[in-house]
């Protein structure tokens, strides 16, 4: 079975930096995705960005980039320059690649407030 | 990408009743998928919808509870029947493409 930690209940970084959101997950496919999903309190999932689990290189989308350490089998968010409008909730979710469609299993969720 | 809409957008509703959220893509897919967010908690997949087939339903959600219907590539819907309180969540539908999965924005279900 698949399982996704997210550690970090809240998280508040000032505006302009940057801020790590924690997550780990437990898997014994050898082929799977990772994502992370952004939540206002408007309840919408916004897709953020995408790592497979054989990609070299670490996954990047503007602000975001994923910090891929798949020995240590974790993938955290990175956000640089944090703006006000990236308080939210996060989510992190895995699927199997294996299986020809993806079923989604996510953590816990990390809110994220940023203070001016 | 893909865009994706759901009506209604939220809804109220007494207990007993049923309400059927409509989920529309704005491209062929082959797999629509249902989410279910309770208040303050993660998401939960409901079920698997394959247009011309029987959704497949995960442990702990059943057809009686949750028909589903997929008549064709673009359309979905999701029924909450005989709804109690404990229903009151957030449902959403999502669609995989490539390798991204992009979700509607959500029905926000309230039950009385």
């Known amino acids: 079975a698949q399982k996704i930690t997210q550690t970090q209940p809240g998280m508040f970084v000032q505006e302009k930096e940057a801020v790590t959101l924690d997550c780990t997950y437990d898997?014994?496919?050898?082929?799977?995705?990772l994502f992370w999903y952004k939540q206002p309190s408007s309840g919408e999932m916004i897709f953020l960005i995408y790592?497979?689990?054989?990609?070299?290189q670490n996954a990047t989308e503007g602000r975001y980039s994923l910090n891929f350490q798949k020995a240590r089998k974790s993938a955290n968010l990175v956000i640089s320059a944090s703006q006000l409008g990236d308080s939210a909730m996060y989510f992190c979710?895995?699927?199997?690649?294996?299986?020809?469609?993806?079923?989604?299993?996510f953590g816990t969720g990390t809110r994220l407030l940023v203070s001016p | 990408s893909a865009v994706i809409s759901q009506k209604p957008s939220r809804d109220i509703c007494q207990r007993g009743t049923s309400l059927t959220i409509q989920c529309q893509v704005d491209?062929?897919?082959?797999?629509m998928f249902w989410y279910r967010q309770q208040p303050g908690q993660s998401l939960t997949l409901i079920a698997t919808?394959?247009?011309?087939?029987?959704?497949?339903?995960e442990s702990g959600f059943v057809i009686d509870k949750f028909p589903i219907s997929r008549p064709n590539l673009t359309f979905s819907t999701l029924t909450v029947s005989n709804m109690s309180p404990e229903d009151s969540s957030i449902y959403l539908c999502?669609?995989?493409?490539?390798?991204?999965?992009?979700f509607g924005p959500g029905t926000r279900l309230t039950v009385t």
């Open positions: 999502s669609v995989e493409a490539g390798n991204e999965q992009y």
């Open positions: 898997t014994s496919d050898p082929s799977y995705g």
């Open positions: 790592q497979g689990s054989y990609d070299q």
């Open positions: 979710a895995m699927s199997r690649m294996n299986t020809g469609f993806q079923k989604l299993v």
């Open positions: 491209s062929q897919v082959t797999m």
């Open positions: 919808a394959n247009q011309g087939s029987e959704a497949t339903y």
